[in-house]
């Protein structure tokens, strides 16, 4: 048997052409070939090759510290850039902003599973995802900038339904990332978070003609991977890189932890229950809608306060918590470790976690709650001069069973205290945050009352329901003056439910709620 080509970064790079589509696995933080990305970078700053490439990849990658695909964000090196989160890669963000190179923000999930069908040589990825939102053609197609004009996206209808396709291209070379590959090629992943695409990257590049290039953590005898392991078969592999150990942290920042990738189990018992700000508020409330054997997705940032909450009550099990990336069960992580969980059950591929996703397969997803409108539109992706892209949002809200959007009710400067079960306001913020009508429609209110699906938003003084025919004010929380503290705010009067309730005393005191009983 033939030993693979073990190359160095440097070697890998110069296989780059001028004009090539080049694919990258990652997801935020974790997965991403670092080795790889930082050689084709000082490639073109040392020499002005490759130029003109057009760089696809699904998820976040990188750290916003010039990581990741930020190693891309080069005028005359890149010519387009098709991805599902920018928040992560400013300087690549920067320049779409800027009109330089184009941009494309489709939906994260969508995106890992047209590499299977790149691979598979169909026409594109057919799906109802994305229908109402900036995807649809109708409102933009995914577009970034004037510089962008390419329909990447196109509707159709079949079977007397709207479905969107999602293009499919060939791709010219990969990097990814595994952690061992034995002499002759086959590579197993069994340290990092997740699989993630890595499989279907794979696939998609070497049936386009391509050139599969992998960077490992170290090379091993043929014969000695458990071939259960082993995602990425010889058969795939143009060549390997050995990478230093700086360039393949487990996460940016992070050594190695087994708990991430189901080799050990660790106690939870010693997780700090968060003090009772804002964000734990919101977190209490929505911790209120969760039903026993619930499959949970939940969003960065303030949704993470959910798991905190319900492990605090004593709830944890009442649901099996979800990550895009692939994780069943277990504890989400946040920040540079995003994407992994602690203990999970299960550790899928990312296409495959995004199959169950788009068919309904999540009872309640909490994401955040960054703009909303008068129609129940939330935008969580462009904010006026800044692009954060979505990632998975769309995928996940436009098919959960049940949807809420958890977010404190103004931004910028927000500070609050509580005192005998009410919540005080002592500084507002600065921005408005439910307003008339938002930039960019990541989540479409029309889309959710076609397809029957409840839809809440919870802040920390005030929660709202989606109904047929608007937004509608059901809660508001005790020492909250719903008038110059609620409506006053807002850029829109919101329809008002027949009893507007208050929000449960009990999630304003600083002892526990008793959620379990």
């Known amino acids: ?44 700053l040392d020499t002005g090759k490759p130029q003109n490439i057009t760089l696809f990849y699904s998820a976040a990658q990188g750290n916003r510290d010039g990581s990741g695909a930020d190693h891309f964000a080069h005028k005359g090196m890149t010519k387009r850039v098709i991805a599902g989160h920018w928040n992560m890669a400013p300087k690549l963000g920067q320049l779409v902003l800027d009109n330089e190179i184009e941009g494309y923000n ?45 329909d990447l996206v196109e509707l159709v209808e079949i079977c007397g339904q709207e479905r969107l396709i999602y293009k499919a291209f060939p791709i010219q070379i990969c990097f990814i990332r595994g952690s061992y590959c034995d002499e002759s090629g086959n590579i197993t992943l069994e340290r990092e978070v997740a699989p993630l695409e890595a499989t279907s990257i794979a696939q998609a590049t070497k049936n386009s003609g391509g050139i599969v290039i992998v960077q490992v953590e170290k090379i091993v005898k ?29 996460c940016f920042g992070f050594e190695y932890d087994p708990s991430l990738t189901g080799q050990v189990k660790i106690p939870l018992d010693s997780l700090e229950n968060p003090p009772l700000t804002a964000k734990k508020i919101i977190g209490r409330r929505a911790a209120m809608e969760l039903k026993e054997n619930s499959v949970v997705n939940l969003g960065i940032g303030i949704p993470e306060y959910i798991s905190m909450v319900a492990n605090e009550e004593g709830i944890g099990d009442y649901m099996t918590l979800t990550v895009e990336a692939g994780p069943v069960g277990g504890v989400p992580q946040g920040g540079a470790r995003f994407g992994a969980s602690v203990n999970a059950e299960c550790i899928l591929e990312q296409p495959t976690q995004f199959d169950f996703y788009d068919g309904g397969g999540v009872d309640l997803a909490f994401l955040g709650l960054a703009q909303a409108d008068k129609f129940g539109n939330i935008n969580v992706s462009k904010f006026g001069p800044r692009i954060a892209g979505y990632g998975g949002f769309i995928n996940i809200t436009q098919n959960a069973k049940k949807v809420f959007f958890c977010g404190t009710f103004t931004a910028g400067g927000l500070k609050t205290s509580v005192k005998d079960g009410k919540l005080i306001i002592t500084q507002e913020g600065k921005e408005k945050k439910l307003i008339d009508e938002v930039e960019q429609i990541t989540f479409s209110g029309e889309y959710a ?55 449960d005393s009990t999630i304003f005191k600083d002892e526990l709620m008793g959620l379990k009983k």
């Open 1 to 44: 048997m033939n030993k693979v080509k073990i190359m160095t970064p440097q070697e890998a790079a110069s296989l780059v052409k001028d004009n090539d589509v080049i694919a990258t696995s990652g997801f935020v933080a974790s997965g991403c070939p670092e080795a790889l990305t930082k050689a084709l970078e000082k490639r073109f």
């Open 106 to 150: 489709l939906p994260q999930g969508t995106l890992s599973q047209l590499f299977r069908d790149i691979a598979a040589h169909k026409i594109g990825t057919l799906t109802h995802v994305g229908l109402n939102t900036f995807v649809d053609p109708r409102n933009g197609g995914g577009k970034l900038n004037t510089k962008t004009t390419e």
């Open 222 to 250: 043929e014969g000695t991977l458990d071939p259960k392991l082993v995602k990425i078969p010889r058969i795939y592999v143009d060549g390997v890189v050995v990478a230093q150990k700086a360039d393949h942290e487990q």
């Open 449 to 503: 009352n076609k397809t029957g699906q409840p839809v809440m938003y919870i802040t920390e003084r005030a929660v709202f329901e989606l109904r047929k025919d608007g937004v509608y004010l059901t809660e508001v929380a005790p020492g909250i003056d719903m008038q110059t503290q609620v409506i006053d705010l807002m850029g829109f009067t919101p329809k008002m439910a027949d009893e507007i309730k208050l929000m």
